[in-house]
């Protein structure tokens, strides 16, 4: 079954602990990306990656690290986490040959941050 | 990037058509219309998307006006399960892939 994965689904972590959402996905895509969803706000971009080795940053990309070791992954890190990015995070794949493509999304992690 | 502007809620009978309207009078030629739901902090789906023709597929369909400042995605038989937020974003065909999302559309489905 195509799918986008993430792990964990739920995270309580206090501020300053170094954690990472992983992500992968199984339809050989070349884009993925990762979004916030905050109340109010809506979704917005943190980083996207082209291809492996090729990320960059979207629209709050303050606080946060990626990487794209392998085509299928792409984790996110954040270092230092601070009680601002208590969020529901998403990640994305699409393809990236022409297009625009449909992106699929991930079930979603909700991050808490104390 | 082209904004939208969707209205914030909207109320559908259960087996009625659901015809959720959505105003991108800002887009340019090479911008696409791609319309996704999310039920209830789920990760978003993709439904449908269309450059300037009308489209169909197995979900909905998606009706684009000739100047292509808006555009309606159509349920055409609404169930208790299309309950979620739907929303209409407009998308560069180039590189980025990067999707603006507004605030969308809550339609509820009544039985």
């Known amino acids: 079954e195509a799918q986008v994965t993430q792990n964990p689904r739920y995270l309580i972590t206090v501020t300053g602990k170094k954690l990472t959402v992983t992500c992968s996905q199984n339809?050989?895509?070349?884009?993925m990306s990762w979004y916030r969803q905050d109340p109010g706000l809506g979704l917005r971009q943190i980083y996207y990656s082209m291809n492996v080795e090729v990320t960059d940053k979207g629209d709050v990309p303050e606080g946060y690290k990626v990487s794209r070791k392998e085509k299928r992954n792409f984790p996110l890190i954040l270092e230092s986490p601070s009680p601002n990015q208590t969020s529901l995070y998403f990640c994305a794949s699409s393809s990236a040959v022409g297009g625009p493509y449909e992106q699929y999304f991930g079930p979603g992690t909700r991050l808490t941050v104390t | 990037d082209a904004k939208t502007t969707q209205p914030t809620s909207m109320d559908c009978a259960e087996g009625r058509a659901a015809n959720l309207p959505c105003n991108h009078s800002t887009i340019s030629g090479n911008e696409y219309v791609y319309w996704y739901r999310q039920i209830h902090s789920q990760g978003p789906q993709y439904i449908i998307h269309g450059l300037k023709n009308n489209e169909t597929n197995e979900m909905a369909s998606l009706i684009i006006t000739e100047d292509r400042k808006s555009s309606t995605l159509i349920l055409p038989h609404a169930t208790l399960r299309d309950t979620a937020v739907y929303y209409c974003i407009v998308v560069n065909a180039g590189n980025n892939r990067k999707l603006i999302w507004g605030l969308g559309t809550s339609l509820a489905v009544n039985p």
């Open positions: 339809m050989n895509h070349e884009y």
